[in-house]
């Protein structure tokens, strides 16, 4: 068989730099925050980095809940309908 | 004017034509069909309404308007996509059966009447559980029964509605309902079964993942969308729209997160991107209804794209469920290239189409200062983000490498996902050419500086969320399982009162069976044949001879009797006799 070809994620140090990459834009995002002007709605839309921690927290509760909470309430084996 | 067609024609009767094809002058034929659908289409006049006498009404099979116009084009364009994507297809069924189904879904938002628009609502159930049927698997022929009994009872709904409405009104137009009385009720829940309303939405997540590969693409663009645009037709302000819609932005991500087959996390994010959409129209005003659309056209394209790239991973591995997948960028690297720009788009990435669509009905939630919704409209935009933008392709392209060596995509469907990413893309980028086909003049701008940045971070930061957790090994591991949904009610306690009725009604046939029929009858039967036979027999006794008592020539008569009786070789006058007795006795006794 032929020997397969390395890929692009197959090197560490490759996943290495995307991380690098996106914690760098994560933190460049969090500083730009306080330099932009809202075009607000609501008044906490104007707080700094209000979307940054709503989308953190919303996805750490959506995760929380549905591992802790919903999965134990609805799984079931495969062949359940069988 | 006179040398265009109504649009659902061409694909309707076109279809009939597909069977008698084969090879390549099928695929060219297939392909040019919605071409020359959207040339007529876009020939017909604005504000064209053909009319047909039916009865003692007249049914306006077309009117063109700017809200079904919008509709219209976005569906010659998903019917495009799909049909080259399914070109390897050898059976004539999936495509006959995907042009009648989008077909009717043309006649449906083009129609100026109740009485037309039912019959296309109709057709389109046909359609598309022929779509979910064609896959021929045991699971598919269940799901497809489970769909036609739903989307019957949906349709009968909508039918006793429509009905009541008119025997009301005395007018069959099709126009703004609201939600007045019992009739218009049952025509809002009608569609609201092919909207995937929450606890009705359990037929989309349990027979789309079902449906063949190009079927499920097919069935992801047209019932719900047609359902939305019916209720833009007719209930546009409705308030309950708002939280219905709020509702099924929001639950359906939980179960997407667990959600192990990655069709069904799909189908999960259809019901929680129609939520937008319903949402829209709820709130009723030029900005909100645009934003449904608007989002409409845009989920048809990345929802068709991301069902696509899924159904191109089925066609090579044969694999779905996240479980069984991982790695597959190595050798699918255009389709996961392209199931990326679905995800960046479902997710509302800028330069993407969500971010032009899914912001018009946000803001039309914040500018009513509606607090709550607006919230839960961001925590589904982050949640969506989470199970469509990073779960799909990062399961299916990405994470634990699952070994599959296999071919990239069939040139088709590279070509197909091709189309549809580069739409999903200019959408995003040039947003001008979708906002004029809008039903109302689209003043929003999507591209401020605000909106790019907060945007950004986030999604970027659900992102981070996600990778944190993913990390820490916190996210919640694929397991190979199936999630209970609202569906259960009817394939669990359903079935079994079912089953307990099928006991009870089954067993009171075989005792009334056994009772009336076998015994009963049996008896009766037996006792008719014999009678004339004893009659003789008690007749004749007192004139044999005594002495032959008990003789054996008494018991030879009576059997040479018997075998006379049965023969029917009697002397007459016997017969004449015993039928004389028995209309003596019949004269006695009655």
């Given at each position: 068989m032929e020997r397969e070809k390395n890929h692009l994620f197959d090197k560490p140090e490759n996943v290495k730099r995307l991380l690098i990459i996106f914690f760098s834009s994560v933190i460049l995002l969090f500083v730009l925050d306080f330099f932009v002007h809202k075009h607000a709605h609501f008044p906490w839309e104007n707080w700094p980095v209000f979307y940054a921690i709503f989308g953190f927290v919303a996805c750490v509760i959506l995760v929380l809940v549905s591992r802790f909470v919903l999965r134990p309430l609805v799984k079931r084996r495969e062949d359940y309908y069988d | 004017m006179t040398n265009v067609l109504p649009p659902f024609m061409i694909f309707i009767l076109g279809a009939f034509v597909i069977p008698f094809l084969r090879g390549r002058v099928r695929s060219v034929y297939v392909v040019s069909l919605p071409v020359i659908g959207m040339i007529n289409l876009l020939l017909i006049p604005a504000d064209t309404v053909m009319t047909a006498g039916f009865l003692d009404y007249e049914l306006t099979l077309v009117r063109i308007d700017r809200l079904s116009l919008a509709f219209g084009y976005i569906f010659h364009i998903a019917a495009f996509v799909t049909v080259i994507y399914i070109l390897h297809v050898k059976k004539s069924l999936e495509y006959v059966a995907g042009f009648v189904y989008s077909g009717a879904a043309l006649g449906a938002v083009f129609a100026g009447d109740l009485f037309t628009f039912f019959a296309f609502w109709e057709t389109l159930t046909v359609g598309s559980v022929m779509l979910i049927w064609a896959r021929r698997s045991k699971s598919s022929s269940a799901a497809g029964f489970r769909y036609l009994l739903v989307h019957v009872t949906g349709g009968l709904t909508l039918l006793a509605g429509i009905v009541m409405m008119v025997v009301e009104t005395g007018s069959i137009h099709f126009g703004h309902i609201g939600l007045t009385g019992l009739s218009s009720w049952l025509i809002f829940m009608g569609i609201g079964v092919n909207c995937a309303w929450p606890f009705l939405h359990t037929w989309l997540t349990d027979a789309y993942p079902e449906a063949t590969i190009g079927g499920t693409v097919f069935l992801s663009a047209f019932t719900t969308k047609t359902a939305v645009y019916a209720l833009a037709r007719a209930f546009p302000g409705t308030e309950l729209l708002i939280w219905i819609g709020v509702a099924m932005a929001a639950f359906p991500i939980f179960f997407a997160v667990i959600e192990n087959d990655l069709r069904r996390v799909l189908a999960y994010s259809l019901v929680n991107q129609v939520g937008f959409m319903v949402v829209g129209i709820g709130i009723g005003t030029e900005l909100a209804?645009?934003?449904?659309?608007?989002?409409?056209?845009?989920?048809?394209?990345?929802?068709?794209?991301?069902?696509?790239?899924?159904?191109?991973?089925?066609?090579?591995?044969?694999?779905?469920?996240?479980?069984?997948?991982?790695?597959?960028?190595?050798?699918?690297?255009?389709?996961?290239?392209?199931?990326?720009?679905?995800?960046?788009?479902?997710?509302?990435?800028?330069?993407?189409?969500?971010?032009?669509?899914?912001?018009?009905?946000?803001?039309?939630?914040?500018?009513?200062?509606?607090?709550?919704?607006?919230?839960?409209?961001?925590?589904?935009?982050?949640?969506?983000?989470?199970?469509?933008?990073?779960?799909?392709?990062?399961?299916?392209?990405?994470?634990?490498?699952?070994?599959?060596?296999?071919?990239?995509?069939?040139?088709?469907?590279?070509?197909?996902?091709?189309?549809?990413?580069?739409?999903?893309?200019?959408?995003?980028?040039?947003?001008?050419?979708?906002?004029?086909?809008?039903?109302?003049?689209?003043?929003?701008?999507?591209?401020?500086?605000?909106?790019?940045?907060?945007?950004?971070?986030?999604?970027?930061?659900?992102?981070?969320?996600?990778?944190?957790?993913?990390l820490s090994g916190i996210y919640p591991a694929e397991i190979r399982a199936i999630n209970l949904d609202f569906d259960w009610f009817y394939r669990k306690p359903l079935v079994g009162l079912s089953n307990g009725l099928a006991t009870l009604l089954n067993g009171l046939n075989r005792v009334m069976d056994r009772l009336l029929v076998k015994e009963f009858t049996g008896a009766v039967n037996e006792a008719a044949i014999d009678a004339t036979a004893r009659l003789a027999w008690v007749a004749i006794v007192p004139f044999i001879k005594n002495k032959d008592n008990p003789h054996p020539r008494r018991e030879i008569f009576k059997k040479k009797l018997d075998a006379a009786f049965a023969t029917g070789t009697s002397p007459v006058g016997l017969f004449a006799a015993c039928a004389g007795l028995f209309i003596v006795m019949l004269f006695v006794f009655i």
């Open positions: - | 209804i645009n934003g449904a659309v608007a989002h409409a056209c845009n989920d048809i394209l990345f929802k068709s794209l991301l069902f696509m790239s899924m159904g191109a991973v089925i066609h090579r591995t044969g694999k779905i469920n996240a479980t069984d997948l991982g790695g597959l960028y190595k050798s699918m690297p255009w389709t996961a290239g392209f199931c990326i720009v679905g995800a960046a788009s479902i997710s509302a990435f800028p330069f993407f189409s969500g971010f032009v669509s899914k912001s018009m009905v946000m803001s039309a939630a914040g500018k009513d200062h509606m607090v709550g919704v607006w919230l839960v409209l961001l925590f589904a935009s982050a949640g969506v983000f989470h199970h469509a933008g990073i779960k799909i392709p990062f399961f299916a392209f990405f994470g634990h490498d699952a070994g599959h060596r296999v071919k990239e995509a069939p040139k088709h469907m590279l070509v197909a996902m091709g189309i549809t990413a580069f739409l999903c893309i200019f959408n995003g980028t040039f947003y001008k050419p979708l906002y004029s086909i809008l039903p109302y003049p689209a003043l929003y701008e999507p591209y401020t500086l605000s909106h790019v940045v907060t945007q950004t971070e986030l999604l970027f930061y659900s992102a981070l969320a996600f990778t944190l957790l993913l």
